[in-house]
């Protein structure tokens, strides 16, 4: 599932998105090489991660489809924790998958410091007992209530709990630390389907950067 990347190049009080860079400005027609550092193609950092390559991580994708592959900002989102092998553990009306595909495109929020060397060790053998507990039963599953994220959470908190620190809600947790990354997927979102439909996608800078 490779994504083509996106390039920013800035002229003309602009920022310039595109896939590859142009030879001119698409605005004033003038040559970008030599145009100065801003007008230098940058290639934006993809809010995406292979899933099954971040361990001990919090994973989100949309449960049907990609995020890039026709997400409308509106549709169910599934959530996953993974192993550290990249085994994604999450739970539905079927009670819990181990997945070893599926996670190609997501956002992810690592969970462990790589400091944390008693929970590094121990992580894979917290997540399997924790998920073969009677809660994650699947005639248990709800789908507003007691879904995938209920049972995320409940891994994240009963780890804190055993490290003597504080639980989070889901708001908490959601504003803390899945609010920023959806935040920047959205826009990275919104460029990759204007750059699907058209060669260039220009915003104006605000008045306070219009230095170039
Ligand atoms: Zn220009």
Redesign the pocket.
């Known amino acids: 599932m490779a994504e083509a990347a996106i390039l920013r190049v800035r ?2 009080r602009a920022d310039i998105f595109c896939r590859r860079p142009p030879a001119r ?1 698409p ?2 027609g ?1 040559p970008l090489r030599g145009a100065g550092l801003p007008a230098a193609p940058l290639r934006l950092p993809s809010p995406f991660r292979h899933g099954h390559r971040q361990p001990r991580a919090f994973l989100l994708r949309p449960t049907a489809g990609t995020f890039l592959g026709g997400y409308d900002g509106k549709s169910d989102l599934h959530v996953g924790i993974t192993n550290s092998h990249g085994v994604v553990y999450n739970y539905n009306e079927e009670g819990i998958h181990r997945a070893e595909t599926g996670w190609e495109q997501c956002i992810s929020i690592p969970l462990v410091q790589p400091d944390m060397f008693g929970l590094l060790q121990e992580w894979d053998k917290l997540l399997e007992e924790f998920s073969v507990g009677e809660a994650w039963l699947p005639h248990r599953y709800e789908e507003h209530d007691y879904n995938c994220y209920t049972y995320a959470l409940a891994f994240i908190n009963s780890v804190l709990a055993a490290q003597g620190k504080q639980q989070m809600s889901k708001s908490e947790f959601t504003e803390k630390f899945v609010i920023p990354q959806t935040k920047k997927a959205s826009k990275y979102i919104t460029l990759h389907q204007e750059l699907t439909a058209n060669e260039f996608y220009v915003v104006p800078l605000p008045d306070q950067e219009k230095r170039c």
Do not use: D, F, M, S
């Open positions: 002229h003309c400005c605005a004033c003038r």
